[in-house]
Nanobody
Framework: QVQLVESGGGLVQAGGSLRLSCAAS????????MGWFRQAPGKEREFVAL????????YYAGAVRGRFTISRDSANNTVLLQMNKLTPEDTAVYYC???????????????WGQGTQVTVSS
């Protein structure tokens, strides 16, 4: 089992920044890949970024590449998502997820946090 708890969401103006955190506990190293996803009202959940607890692999969705940065704090079992140059189109509930496979498909992730709301005003 893996437990994931997100934090850091909120309301920000367009052009601003937020940093999301995902604290992981449990069998995290059996689920080596950590992903961030988001879901806007009326839309499907979409991939944002991923990394592995070990190694240097990171991958971003095209819509956020160059604006968002995913990183890890292994000492504290925390994955971070730094979001810069936010736009209203980034408004969504953001979820972190854990799974064994490096993939952008949400269905391949076995464990999910409860989500944190990010709202970007114009």
């Amino acid at each position: 089992q893996v437990q994931l708890v997100e934090s850091g969401g909120g309301l920000v103006q367009a052009g601003g920044s937020l940093r999301l955190s995902c604290a992981a506990s449990g069998r995290i190293f059996s689920n080596n890949i950590m992903g961030w996803f988001r879901q806007a009202p009326g839309k499907e959940r979409e991939f944002v970024a991923l990394l592995a607890w070990s190694g240097d692999n990171v991958y971003y969705a095209g819509a956020v590449r160059g604006r968002f940065t995913i990183s890890r704090d292994s000492a504290n079992n925390t994955v971070l998502l730094q979001m810069n140059k936010l736009t209203p189109e980034d408004t969504a509930v953001y979820y972190c997820a854990a799974g064994p496979t490096q993939t952008t498909y949400a269905t391949r992730y076995a464990y999910w946090g409860q989500g944190t709301q990010v709202t970007v005003s114009s």
